[in-house]
């Protein structure tokens, strides 16, 4: 696997990749890879398509106070674990080549991105939003793959791709859990093992409410806020909302249950699909 640090660089391993008429996909990502970026690549791959991986920690799309500075890097590793899955290039660019001095645009996605995470996390989505159309102007994918794991970004995203004519397929990938249901993070690492032990809460009590929320009854969302207080959680949100606008839910339309919590220092995030039904 080439790995490319320099835009130019960048531009000539991928105009290589293309030479024989195969697509490019890309999988964005922020490093600390685990099964769920593999996931990503492995799809990626499945689509018979050459499989550019990014990794940058994009300083944009941290608060002030968030954990940009201790965020993990473990560049040999994750470069060993894109190799082993046959990865054909790692664009890597440091912040320099990203955000050259004078960079002074911002691209700001309204409407899906100013609930949930976007009012918990101010800024966030115009990081993540502003980095993302760069690497597709980067790389020029003939597609992109993002994890549901992280369902407001991919929201964000594919509404960004049709507004600014991208051009591109946006592909959203399942997410990828430990055995006992915690979702795959970078940020699990900061959990201590008691931690570790009590953040199971979080799937079961999505999975607790999203069953009670199909069977129709009431008062879900209050039951899996005190199971996630119970295990020490500080609650962000826990909300039900319509799975394509992220608003309202709407009858007869697919729903979507989202949550983050913290639990120590450490904000997880998760979510699950909600059946339509014809009496939200
Ligand atoms: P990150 O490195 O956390 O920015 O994530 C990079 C990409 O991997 C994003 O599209 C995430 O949604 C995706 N991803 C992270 N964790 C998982 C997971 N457990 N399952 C599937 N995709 C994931």
């Not at 105009?15 to 697509?23: E, M, S």
């Not at 949930?116 to 966030?124: S, T, V």
């Not at 409410?209 to 005190?226: H, L, Q, S």
Request: glycine share 8%; charged share 20%.
């Amino acid at each position: 696997m080439r790995i490319v640090h320099k835009l130019s660089d960048l531009r000539r391993a991928v105009a290589g990749l293309r030479g024989d008429g195969a697509a490019v996909a890309l999988v964005p990502t922020m490093g600390a890879l685990h099964a769920g970026h593999m996931a990503l690549v492995e799809a990626a791959q499945a689509s018979g398509a050459k499989v550019v991986a990014s990794i940058f920690v994009n300083p944009k799309q941290f608060g002030p106070t968030e954990d940009l500075a201790r965020y993990p890097r473990p560049a040999e590793a994750d470069t060993k674990l894109l190799t082993e899955h046959g990865c054909d290039l790692l664009w890597m660019p440091g912040v320099d080549e990203m955000y050259p001095a004078g960079f002074a645009t911002n691209v700001s996605v309204s409407g899906v991105s100013d609930g949930l995470d976007g009012a918990a996390r101010p800024g966030h989505f115009d990081g993540v939003a502003t980095v993302v159309a760069k690497l597709f102007n980067q790389v020029r994918p003939d597609a992109a793959y993002f994890g549901e794991k992280d369902f407001q970004q991919l929201a964000v995203i594919r509404r960004m791709v049709a507004d600014l004519d991208f051009g591109l397929e946006i592909v959203g990938v399942p997410t990828v859990r430990e055995s006992d249901g915690l979702a795959l993070s970078s940020r699990n690492a900061y959990l201590s093992a008691d931690e570790r032990a009590r953040a199971v809460a979080l799937p079961l009590a999505l999975t607790a409410a999203k069953r009670a929320t199909e069977a129709g009854e009431r008062g879900a969302i209050p039951a899996a806020m005190a199971s996630l207080a119970a295990a020490g959680f500080a609650i962000d949100y826990v909300e039900l909302v319509d799975a394509a606008t992220l608003g309202e839910p709407v009858p007869g339309r697919p729903r979507r249950l989202l949550a983050a919590a913290r639990i120590g220092t450490t904000r997880l995030i998760d979510n699950l699909p909600v059946a339509a039904s014809t009496n939200v």
